[in-house]
């Protein structure tokens, strides 16, 4: 028997079938992403009126916050980005405005939460909603002050390579995409918002923020955290 074997293009061509079907399926969950998270920001302005009680601002603050900016500034660096900048320099640029926005809308929804619950006499803190909000506050303001280390490692005084920055920056990105929708879907079992929607709707809303999730932290997971080589 001869010892070469007479190669074959069929193989290399299911490969490429299977890498541009891999493609288009990565771009058509990206648009998703960005459709869904954009909608539930319009649902969320609609259902809560915003400008009718002090509350009434909290839950629209929170999900620009987090359906929008914080979304928006994670998808823009993954594989099948709509955005049309190529330049890295660029999208670290538009990353931080939008994290930038992100924490000034997160802490905009918790100043109309705290005068909201003063202004009625409320007791703080006494549900799950408002315990993941905190962490996720407190999470966000850390992945921030990371970020501000990976930016400007020259000025930071904690003794770290960048990589391992980089790393703690994307790691804690991740953290705080996961609270933040622990933290949302918590908020659909709240009295009001029970009140507001009920129904297909309630059941819609409730697994929408899914498919957003699903792309952010897969492209995190995918693209920026080490993969360890198995060896068999």
Same mark, same amino acid.
């Given at each position: 028997m001869p010892a070469d074997v007479e190669y074959s293009p069929v193989g290399k061509g299911l490969e490429?079938?299977?890498?541009?079907?891999?493609?288009?399926?990565?771009? %058509?969950?990206?648009?998703?992403? =960005?459709?869904?998270?954009?909608?539930? %920001?319009?649902?969320?302005?609609?259902? @809560?009126?915003?400008?009718?009680?002090?509350? @009434?601002? =909290?839950?629209?603050?929170?999900?620009?916050?987090?359906?929008?900016? *914080?979304?928006?500034?994670?998808?823009?660096?993954?594989?099948?980005?709509?955005?049309c900048c190529?330049?890295?320099? =660029?999208?670290?640029?538009?990353?931080?405005?939008?994290?930038?926005?992100?924490?000034?809308?997160?802490?905009?929804? #918790?100043?109309?939460? %705290?005068? @909201?619950?003063?202004?009625?006499?409320?007791?703080? *803190?006494v549900s799950w909603h408002s315990v993941l909000g905190l962490c996720t506050l407190v999470v966000t303001a850390l992945q921030a002050a990371c970020g501000l280390c990976v930016h400007f490692p020259k000025q930071q005084q904690i003794l770290l390579y960048p990589s391992k920055l980089k790393l703690y =920056?994307?790691?804690?990105? #991740? %953290?705080?995409?996961?609270?933040?929708?622990?933290?949302?879907? @918590?908020?659909?079992?709240?009295?009001?918002?029970q009140a507001t929607v009920r129904g297909v709707g309630w059941w819609a809303l409730l697994l929408l923020p899914l498919l957003p999730a699903l792309v952010v932290m897969n492209q995190i997971i995918n693209s920026h955290l080490p993969h360890k080589k198995i060896t068999i």
């Open positions: 490429m079938q299977e890498s541009r079907l891999y493609v288009w399926m990565r771009r %058509v969950a990206v648009i998703a992403a =960005h459709a869904t998270g954009l909608g539930l %920001v319009v649902t969320i302005f609609v259902l @809560s009126r915003p400008g009718t009680s002090l509350f @009434s601002w =909290h839950p629209v603050c929170m999900s620009v916050a987090y359906w929008l900016c *914080l979304t928006e500034g994670l998808l823009l660096f993954g594989e099948g980005s709509l955005y190529k330049s890295r320099s =660029h999208k670290v640029c538009m990353h931080w405005c939008c994290q930038a926005a992100e924490l000034v809308f997160a802490i905009t929804g #918790l100043g109309f939460m %705290v005068a @909201s619950k003063n202004r009625s006499e409320l007791p703080h *803190l =920056h994307t790691t804690l990105g #991740l %953290v705080v995409y996961f609270l933040a929708t622990v933290t949302i879907l @918590s908020a659909m079992f709240s009295d009001w918002f």
